[in-house]
């Protein structure tokens, strides 16, 4: 069955310091693969998506994603986290044709400690 | 940028009531999307719709229709709230299928 596991419920990390957010997806063939954010009382918004190609993707505000098939994953990284950062993360897998059923993972909170 | 606009922000429903939860987008996308958030679950597609009058189910549509009668906006329907129906509603859009999902603010529904 297709399925995304976000296995990191909660995550808390020190302003400045990395952050490595897991994403472990079971599929078919080959998926189009997203990250999205959810600040506190918004909508989500995509971070980055990868569809072909390098397999290192730069997205929006200083994240990027790393796709490995051989280990099945799409792990969200950045560098330096910024307290703004605060919020659900959610991956997610998608098929390569015109459907738009896309599957959700449950989601990781990210706190950020000042 | 896209907007989505979800109508209520938060809805206190009874069981048994007939709910509608609206939404309009702004920029002439064909394809309009409602999801439900629960915690531990993420999000849950309930359906689809990717042209005017057509609608496709998704993962969860028990107890759900939708309507789509001009291209902006996209209801969802609950024809007897029930209280497992309490959730998070978020309704989405794209252009495409391999463009990103515009997503409105969402809809905390509380049936009691």
């Known amino acids: 069955a297709q399925s995304v596991t976000q296995p990191d419920i909660h995550i808390t990390v020190s302003e400045g310091a990395s952050l490595e957010l897991r994403c472990n997806y079971s599929y078919g063939a080959t998926p189009y693969l997203f990250w999205y954010v959810q600040s506190p009382g918004q909508g989500l918004q995509l971070l980055l998506k990868?569809?072909?190609?390098?397999?290192l993707v730069q997205g929006i505000k200083g994240f990027e994603a790393e796709f490995k098939r051989s280990q099945s994953s799409f792990n969200l990284r950045k560098p330096s986290v910024h307290w703004s950062d605060a919020a659900e993360y959610f991956c997610?897998?998608?098929?390569?044709?015109?459907?738009?059923?896309?599957?959700f993972g449950s989601g990781t909170r990210l706190l950020v400690r000042p | 940028d896209v907007k989505v606009t979800q109508s209520s922000r938060y809805l206190v429903k009874r069981t048994g009531e007939k709910v509608f939860l609206e939404c309009v987008q702004d920029m002439d996308h064909e394809n309009m999307f409602w999801y439900r958030q629960d915690p531990g679950l993420g999000l849950r597609l309930i359906y689809f719709?990717?042209?005017?009058?057509?609608?496709e189910k998704g993962d969860i549509p028990e107890g759900y229709s939708v309507s789509r009668e001009k291209k902006e906006r996209f209801s969802l329907i609950l024809e007897s709230a029930s209280t497992n129906q309490t959730s998070v509603y978020l309704c989405?859009?794209?252009?495409?299928?391999?463009?990103?999902?515009?997503f409105g603010s969402g809809t905390q529904l509380s049936v009691l």
């Open positions: 989405a859009s794209t252009g495409g299928f391999n463009e990103k999902l515009f």
């Open positions: 990868y569809f072909s190609g390098d397999t």
């Open positions: 997610a897998v998608g098929p390569m044709d015109s459907s738009y059923k896309l599957i």
């Open positions: 719709s990717y042209d005017v009058k057509m609608k």
